[in-house]
């Protein structure tokens, strides 16, 4: 049994370590190829604590569907004021250059959005490992009711204040990553390269 705690010690140690950027975006539908990003929001973790945080609306030329409005509190008149995407973008790119991954909850919806605005505004999504805690959670949970973010979050003690906002919800992923990627003793990706170069380290 002392080599199977030795390991477990080990994994556990990997994640407080870890050096990744929780992602979230909210949108006006679910189709990144026609709808838009309204908000978008990022979170860096290190040794197992939040270190930085940003979010920011964005500005759209098309009015909010009512469901929307109703789902995120965000209005139109909020967005009439907010940067565009394309103001957002470099300071996103930026984060995400100086660490190891990248979490979201239901990535390849968060993924599939970031591309398309990055590619309208002339940009691309760099080669980050995204990992996705809502896949952990169907491994873990098979038979569980639910698996929506808030349904996770509920049930293995996770604080989710401010559901449906996108830095609510990506402070979440968060910690959703680092205790259920502990809990199925999923590897975080090694160290990149280039944060190697830069000399930062977690």
Not at 166 to 188: N, T, V, W
Request: hydrophobic fraction near 45%; charged fraction near 30%; include cysteine.
């Amino acid at each position: 049994m002392a080599p199977e705690h030795g390991d477990d010690q080990d994994h556990d140690e990997r994640w407080r370590r870890a050096c990744f950027l929780a992602v979230d975006v909210e949108t006006t539908g679910l189709v990144p190829q026609r709808d838009r990003v309204i908000e978008v929001a990022w979170v860096r973790f290190e040794g197992g604590a939040v270190v930085d945080q940003r979010s920011s609306l964005c500005r759209i030329d098309v009015p909010l569907p009512r469901v929307i409005r109703a789902l995120t509190r965000i209005t139109d008149e909020e967005l009439a004021s907010a940067p565009r995407f394309a103001d957002v973008a470099p300071h996103l790119l930026e984060a995400l250059a100086l660490v190891d991954f990248a979490v979201a909850y239901n990535a390849p919806f968060d993924m599939g959005f970031l591309r398309a605005e990055l590619e309208r505004v002339g940009a691309v999504l760099p080669a980050v490992r995204f990992l996705d805690p809502l896949a952990w959670s169907r491994r873990l949970n098979p038979g569980a009711a639910g698996h929506k973010l808030v349904d996770v979050c509920r049930r293995h003690g996770v604080a989710l204040d401010g559901a449906h906002r996108a830095l609510a919800d990506a402070r979440a992923s968060g910690e959703l990553a680092l205790r259920l990627g502990a809990a199925i003793k999923a590897r975080p990706p090694a160290r990149r390269a280039s944060r190697a170069r830069d000399g930062r380290a977690p």
